[in-house]
């Protein structure tokens, strides 16, 4: 009976000293409010107004440039997205955003990058020169399903945002497939949720 009694002693006490991991609970996602823009497509020289947080005002503007270079001898077809004074971009020092993809974060602070309200971001341009083949440039202009970030400021406070968007150099169009924003001011988001 000794025999039996040490063993399952020991067994037991070396189970009631086992480290047990305990998992947090997954950190819920703000609350977000969104806008389907039903794979909208913007040609050259159309334009789109979006108000990303349903209060009646623009935030941004889709919208297309034909820009004559003389010298170079050619055309440029840009597409541009522009924010408002109550609207910002996620920018570095060559006016460029970052494309993100579906989870990645939305934060107040990105290194490399600042908020800028009342600017312009060119997504892509159609480069037609008056003698040879033309051609596409840009960083969005093989976006597909590509979140862009951005904020809108409300009484003071600022509310991270995306806008959903892909780039068809094929038709020459931008396509606007979802954008939405955050409800509660300051939060960190993942883009497409």
């Known amino acids: 009976m000794k025999k039996i009694l040490i063993p399952a002693l020991a067994v037991l006490l070396l189970a009631a000293c086992k480290k047990t991991t305990i998992t947090p609970p997954p950190t819920p996602h703000p609350q977000m409010q969104y806008l389907h823009l039903h794979d ?94 033309s051609f596409w440039q840009g960083a969005w202009k093989q976006a597909n399903q590509h979140y862009l970030p951005v904020q809108v400021k409300k009484n003071g406070s600022i509310f991270n945002g995306w806008i959903a968007l892909s780039f068809d150099t094929m038709q020459e169009k931008i396509i606007l497939h979802k954008a939405a924003i955050c409800t509660e001011a300051g939060k960190t988001i993942k883009a497409g949720f």
């Open 40 to 133: 909208e497509s913007i040609r050259f020289g159309q334009i789109k107004k979006i108000d990303i947080n349903s209060d009646g005002t623009d935030d941004f503007l889709v919208s297309t440039l034909l820009v004559g270079d003389p010298i170079l001898e050619r055309d440029r077809r840009q597409y541009y997205i522009s924010s408002s004074t109550e609207s910002r971009f996620l920018q570095d020092g060559n006016n460029q955003s970052p494309i993100l993809n579906k989870g990645d974060q939305v934060m107040l602070q990105h290194p490399g990058y600042g908020w800028f309200e009342v600017t312009s971001l060119l997504l892509a341009e159609k480069i037609v020169p008056m003698i040879g083949n």
